[in-house]
């Protein structure tokens, strides 16, 4: 089992500047890869960002560029800062982590952007 609890959610004006973190504990030394995703008041959830264990990363189209996921391994915590950002980033912010193929997830977390 894997546990996952994120944290630095809020509310920021457009432009602004959030970053949240991830901090996995348990059975962390299966984990192939993590990430977040967001849940908008519009969309289904949808994928924002992906670190492997190799630290290769991806992004969606949406949040290239503005967005960059790094990882700590001596505090087992993955980052997601923010920039640029925009009112159609609202939503909950969750983050995962992958184990084979299984998906374990936070709690997740709130970002607000105001126009």
């Known amino acids: 089992q894997v546990q996952l609890v994120e944290s630095g959610g809020g509310l920021v004006q457009a432009g602004g500047s959030l970053r949240l973190s991830c901090v996995a504990s348990?059975?962390?030394?299966?984990?192939?890869?993590m990430g977040w995703y967001r849940q908008t008041p519009e969309k289904q959830r949808e994928w924002v960002a992906t670190?492997?264990?190799?630290?290769?990363?991806n992004y969606a189209y949406s949040v290239k560029g503005r967005f960059t996921i790094s990882r700590d391994n001596a505090k087992n915590t993955v980052y997601l800062q923010m920039n640029s950002l925009k009112p159609a980033d609202t939503g909950v912010y969750y983050c995962y982590g992958r184990v084979v193929v299984n998906y374990y997830w936070g709690q997740g977390t709130q970002i607000t952007v105001s126009s």
């Open positions: 348990g059975n962390i030394f299966g984990i192939n890869a």
């Open positions: 670190i492997t264990s190799g630290n290769s990363t």
